[in-house]
């Protein structure tokens, strides 16, 4: 099996190369199929739910660029799991009237919606790289709810104080480098 860069890989899904897309499949199938399989799904909307991450990857890259900060299987791994939560979530708001069953909302802008906070997410862990390494152990430990006692300890701040006014200052630092960014105007 081949070993794909992120930009390879990329490229490849934005040209349509089936290599590529079948070197997605061999690598990270299993892998959302038990994901999918542990999650209440079954081997059918496993494959369904690669073939769309598939679809939306693709038709995001020929909108725009993408940048990813992991590696591409784990980016992919994360959409699939994504559209999975998403699933789930939408089963438990069927309504049913004796043998109708209804679903609510409509396919293209549930794409929409999830193209706009992959790019929301994006945004956001492109900024996060951009502070200093203190701020980012920082809000990583906050983000993962670490008690302030513990950040105290961890940082050597004198005080739960001193450590709430620099959470306070990396989390202002953060969104002021996002609202600067000209792509925040077009997610708001």
């Known amino acids: 099996m081949t070993t794909f860069t992120n930009e390879e890989y990329i490229n490849g899904l934005s040209s349509g190369d089936q290599k590529i897309?079948?070197?997605i499949y061999d690598k990270i199938f299993t892998k959302v199929k038990f994901f999918v399989l542990k999650n209440?799904?079954?081997?059918q909307e496993s494959e369904e739910v690669f073939q769309e991450a598939l679809c939306q990857l693709m038709m995001k890259l020929k909108k725009s660029e993408i940048t990813i900060n992991s590696s591409?299987?784990?980016?992919?791994?994360?959409?699939c799991k994504n559209l999975w939560r998403k699933e789930l979530i939408?089963?438990?708001?069927?309504?049913?009237?004796?043998?109708?069953i209804?679903?609510?909302?409509?396919?293209?802008?549930?794409h929409s919606?999830?193209?706009?906070?992959?790019?929301?997410?994006d945004l956001f862990e492109q900024k996060?790289?951009?502070l200093s390494e203190?701020?980012?152990?920082?809000?990583?430990d906050h983000f993962n709810k670490v008690p302030y006692d513990e950040i105290v300890r961890k940082f050597n701040y004198s005080s739960e104080n001193v450590a709430f006014q620099r959470m306070f200052k990396c989390k202002k630092m953060l969104k002021d480098l996002i609202k600067k960014d000209p792509r925040f105007k077009n997610l708001s």
């Open 21 to 23: 897309i079948l070197e």
């Open 40 to 43: 209440k799904g079954s081997e």
């Open 72 to 79: 591409f299987e784990a980016y992919f791994f994360t959409i």
């Open 90 to 100: 939408s089963k438990k708001k069927w309504v049913r009237n004796d043998t109708i």
């Open 102 to 110: 209804e679903l609510r909302g409509d396919k293209e802008i549930e």
């Open 113 to 121: 919606e999830i193209f706009e906070k992959e790019e929301r997410w």
């Open 128 to 130: 996060v790289q951009e």
């Open 134 to 140: 203190n701020c980012k152990a920082l809000l990583k």
